[in-house]
């Protein structure tokens, strides 16, 4: 038998080499490089699931290699060349444009792309540098999930969440396969319940069309065919009533409406006084 080789980066040449010297049996008959050395989260927003990336103001090496690699491989996904600027103030910033520029250097033909007219830019900003976003509580639906709930690579543990039935125990939000996520990821939380309402008034509107007696061929080919749509649909009314429902208890629980006036307050007002009770 004879294996494929994949790789979802770039391979040194000295890489190559030991994976040819170790193959005895010359059973690799072919080695690519596929560039998606990254999780795609959504259609503008990756990921490298990294934590933990500096030490003080200092990066850690080996975290530093990642995400050298991780930004490598998503440039030459997208086919981008691009000017590299980073924050100026950032040390760390400053060292992983630096990292990525020897890449771009060294693999100089695999960056060959067609030049634009406006060619694109990386831009590296340092995240510590704005102190106060991070603190502020997020009130939209995509953002709620992330800091109450945890997403991890599109997946939510629901298992701690009270009297929660085996099948819900994780769920996926995924903009990809999931039309009602996709259009209210971004939408506030009070529109998000009255966008829940609606959903289950269609769900419930559409219900008893699909639990109709099958008194013939054409009923039964009917149900067969709109089975797997209702299915889907069930199925995603459950999940996000589940979702919804478990943010609303974690907010009431939590009193984070007050404590998200506070936080405003503190961040958009001089006078802190009325804060201070």
């Known amino acids: 038998s004879l294996f494929l080789t994949d790789f979802s980066n770039v391979i040194s040449k000295s890489d190559v080499k030991a994976l040819a010297e170790a193959d005895e049996q010359e059973v690799v008959a072919e080695v690519q490089e596929f560039y998606g050395d990254y999780i795609a989260v959504n259609p503008h927003v990756f990921s490298l699931n990294l934590l ?47 990292c990525v520029k020897q890449v771009i250097t060294k693999e100089y033909e695999l960056f060959d792309f067609r030049r634009t007219e406006v060619p694109p830019l990386l831009l ?19 953002a709620m999930v992330h800091e109450l709930l945890g997403i991890n690579n599109n997946r939510i543990d629901l298992s701690r969440v009270p009297g929660i039935s085996k099948d819900l125990r994780e769920v996926v939000l995924s903009a990809e396969n999931d039309e009602f996520y996709a259009n209210n ?45 209702f299915k889907k649909m069930s199925g995603t009314v459950s999940k996000h009533v589940t979702v919804v429902g478990e943010l609303s208890r974690l907010v009431a629980e939590r ?12 961040a958009c007002q001089s006078d802190h006084s009325s804060a201070l009770q």
């Open 124 to 142: 590296i900003l340092d995240r510590s540098d704005d102190a106060i976003t991070p603190l502020l509580n997020q009130w939209t639906y995509q």
């Open 52 to 98: 933990g990336c500096c030490r003080g103001r200092s990066w850690d090496p080996a975290q530093l290699t990642r995400t050298t690699q991780g930004l490598t491989a998503l440039l030459l996904s997208l086919k981008k060349c691009p000017m590299i600027r980073y924050q100026l103030s950032s040390e760390p910033a400053k060292r992983l444009a630096e």
């Open 185 to 229: 990821m971004y939408l506030n939380f009070a529109e998000i319940g009255t966008n829940i309402k609606n959903l289950m008034e269609d769900f419930q509107r559409r219900k008893p069309k699909e639990q109709q007696k099958l008194e013939s061929i054409a009923d039964m080919k009917a149900f067969v065919e709109n089975y797997p749509q």
């Open 255 to 266: 009193n984070l409406l007050e404590v998200s006036e506070v936080e405003q307050e503190l």
